[in-house]
């Protein structure tokens, strides 16, 4: 099985930042909370040899929400917080970019999961990817992940059915989806 991992940030593992925060983005520290349990999941991850990589949209930048410096200050949280419950993320990718600008690293596109292949010298082809938005789910079927929705972010069953494509499992939250891959799902 492929030791590799791909999750996105924001109602994975930590609370969506959507309805509650400044202009719905975690633009400071403060604004960062762990989600229950996921930081137990990623430490289960990485005790069970899985190199995980961190994924996720921050348009919040472009938009002129917040800095590229305070995004750099909720990674230290968000890592410092993981490390010190024993979990280690390999490598944090983020898309500062909107829609009308065109790039290609802006989920659904690939180009984070691209430019992890390459600066990391791997093949993320069968491995999870673990999202709770469309996007994610999207992303990872183009590059031949397993995708995993889990519903502790913005999206719940119903709104699944009008999508185009399907996640290949549902699960409540990061630890569960977790206890299902480290427990041997396929």
Not at 65 to 90: D, F, N, P, Q
Not at 132 to 137: A, F, M, T
Not at 151 to 175: M, N, Q
């Amino acid at each position: 099985m492929n030791k590799i991992i791909v999750i996105d940030r924001d109602g994975v593992i930590n609370k969506d930042p959507a309805g509650w925060t400044k202009h719905n983005y975690v633009t400071c520290p403060e604004d960062f909370h762990f989600l229950p349990g996921a930081k137990e999941a990623i430490k289960r991850l990485s005790e069970n040899g899985f190199d995980i990589i961190i994924v996720s949209n921050q348009a919040g930048i472009s938009k002129g929400y917040y800095s590229e410096k305070e995004l750099e200050s909720v990674t230290r949280k968000m890592l410092e917080g993981l490390e010190a419950s024993g979990g280690i993320i390999k490598k944090v990718y983020y898309c500062l970019h909107q829609d009308k600008d065109f790039c290609d690293c802006r989920k659904p596109k690939t180009g984070m999961l691209d430019r992890a292949e390459k600066e990391l010298g791997i093949n993320v082809k069968g491995s999870f990817f673990i999202g709770d938005g469309k996007v994610d789910i999207e992303a990872g079927q183009k590059k031949g992940l397993k995708t995993v929705l889990v519903l502790s972010g913005k999206t719940d069953l119903a709104r699944i059915a009008e999508w185009p494509v399907k996640p290949d499992y549902i699960f409540d939250d990061l630890k569960e989806a977790v206890e299902f891959i480290t427990g041997g799902g396929k």
